[in-house]
């Protein structure tokens, strides 16, 4: 059991890691679908997303400290979404097996 | 890859969008079938592993990035349907955070999650049944799947601009072959990272990944309380 709290201690670190300090280092470089869609001439039919003017729109755009902080809060979004999600999808059967 | 919103039209976006929510339905109702206390905070951790990943664009072509797409990763950690979960969790956040369209979402998780995430786990498990069952040979397989899964998800993309795309002025051919070329060259980052990570896990907790089970399940079940 302590062995298995360690695995999940140390994904959640590395996570954190990756999200708030490695993210700094990403390429800018418009991905695939972006740069197909500029080369073949659709990109321009991309509307402006509904949430464009929200503080972490585009993860903080080019601000370094706003992009750590989508980092960390777009990881405790989607840890606790899917603890939520998982927790209530679980057959009820097996909780407190352990 | 993840698409903005306007470059698929209503019809077709609202259509994903009916095809994302049912396969949402059923992924809950499958994932039910083999979900255990023990997977749950797991599952949690690959959403939010996959989410930071998918962050880290790394340089794959002059002017042209990739990201992580995890479909295969968690679908090999976690089972395939809850790997549709975990994607479906991870797309509503970066649509939040206006990276992937609201009104796109549905196309996202059709390529992402449905294509990419429980398609490429088919191709794993087919890649299996093929090469025969070994521990060992799990990550390479993984790898091996979550490289053909991104050119998959990319032509689920060119299927649906096919089908709803708002200029009649584009190519159909042409952005075929372009999305294809350049999600080949993506998916070669997908393989390695997806191996790199499940070769990580299989060492610590064998056990926990789905996607060796029928050849280790029974004997390492034991030695986990």
Redesign the interface.
Known sequence: ?K??LA??A???L???L??VV??Q?????????E???G????LD????????D?P????GGDSRGKLML??LV??????????L???L???RE??G?? | MHIPDGFIGPGVSAAAGLTAVGGFGLALRQARGYLTDRLVPLASLVAAFVFAAQMINFPVLPGMSGHLLGGVLAAVLVGPWAAYIVVSIILVVQALLADGGLSALGLNVVNMALIGGVGGYLIYRTLLRMTGSKPSSVSRLAAIAAMLSVPLAALGFVLELWLGGTLNSISISSVLWAMLGTHLVIGIGEGVITFFVVAAVMRARPDLVYGSQGFIGSRTEELVP
Do not use: C, I, N, W
């Open positions: 059991m062995r298995g695995v999940y140390v994904g959640l590395v996570t954190l990756v999200a490695m993210s280092f990403a390429s800018s470089q418009p991905d695939g679908l740069y197909v869609a080369e073949q001439g659709f039919s991309a509307e402006e997303h509904a949430l464009a929200s972490l729109a585009d993860y989508s980092g777009g990881v405790l979004a989607t840890l606790g979404l899917g603890y999600v998982f927790t999808v679980k057959p097996t909780t097996e352990q």
